[in-house]
């Protein structure tokens, strides 16, 4: 199992907000990186570091962070965000990067 | 900033293979590579990663004794090699460029090499 927790999968009504969590103690010291795959496809990354996001990433993608938990959320989700969705981060040594399991999103 | 990997591989269990991740679009030594795999159907895993300024790496534990990660910085191409290959290794190869000092945060991402490994 990972050091990093996710929901295996969230769903989302068109045009609402979804929060996308990620749990772990090594993230009370560093911050998580978001990367949405889609099927068939590499990951990007849609949201690093405390407030970053990198160009060509639409405005309604945004991170936060909060004890050990990180959370991305999407406000306003688009049917074209419908994906698979890691948090990554250092493990509990600080030494390595770890990899969460994974949250499929569905938009409805 | 393009990551461009080899090709599909098919490997007997206990072979070899090395798989490259050749880069253009950015100063190569500013930059490091992380090795992201992932096996059918599952997540992410992150491999290890290694700098291109100083040939530094970091592996994760799961494949430390079987991986080797080394840079030919004159033709900016990162390389992959992992040794005693086994079933579970079967997944799709990913490099991604990270941090120089130490793996941070992977932008962009090459286009994947799956790698099968099967009698």
């Known amino acids: 199992s990972s050091e990093l927790t996710q929901d295996p999968s969230v769903s989302v009504a068109l045009g609402q907000t979804v929060r996308i969590t990620c749990q772990g103690d090594?993230?009370?010291?560093?911050?998580a990186s978001w990367y949405q795959q889609k099927p068939g496809q590499a990951p990007i990354l849609v949201f690093h570091g405390k407030n970053n996001r990198p160009s060509g990433i639409p405005d309604r993608f945004s991170g936060s962070s909060s004890g050990d938990t990180g959370s991305l959320t999407i406000t306003g989700a688009q049917a074209e965000d419908e994906a698979d969705y890691y948090c990554c981060s250092r493990d509990s040594t600080g030494k390595h990067v770890v990899f969460g399991g994974g949250t499929r999103l569905t938009v409805l | 900033v393009q990551l461009v990997q080899s090709g599909a591989e098919v490997k007997r269990p206990g072979a070899s293979v090395k798989v490259s991740c050749q880069t253009s679009?950015?100063?190569?030594?500013?930059?490091?590579i992380s090795w992201v795999r992932q096996a059918p159907g599952q997540g992410l895993e992150w491999m290890g990663w290694?700098?291109?300024?100083?040939?530094?790496?970091n592996d994760a534990q799961k494949v430390q004794g079987r991986v080797t990660m080394t840079t030919d910085t004159s033709t900016t191409t990162a390389y992959l090699e992992l040794r005693s290959l086994r079933s579970d290794d079967t997944a799709i190869y990913y490099c991604?460029?990270?941090?120089?000092?130490?793996?941070?945060?992977?932008?962009?991402w090459g286009q994947g090499t799956l790698v099968t490994v099967s009698s």
């Open positions: 679009g950015y100063i190569f030594s500013t930059y490091g």
């Open positions: 991604a460029r990270d941090g120089w000092a130490a793996p941070d945060t992977m932008d962009s």
């Open positions: 290694i700098s291109g300024y100083n040939g530094n790496t």
């Open positions: 090594s993230l009370r010291n560093f911050y």
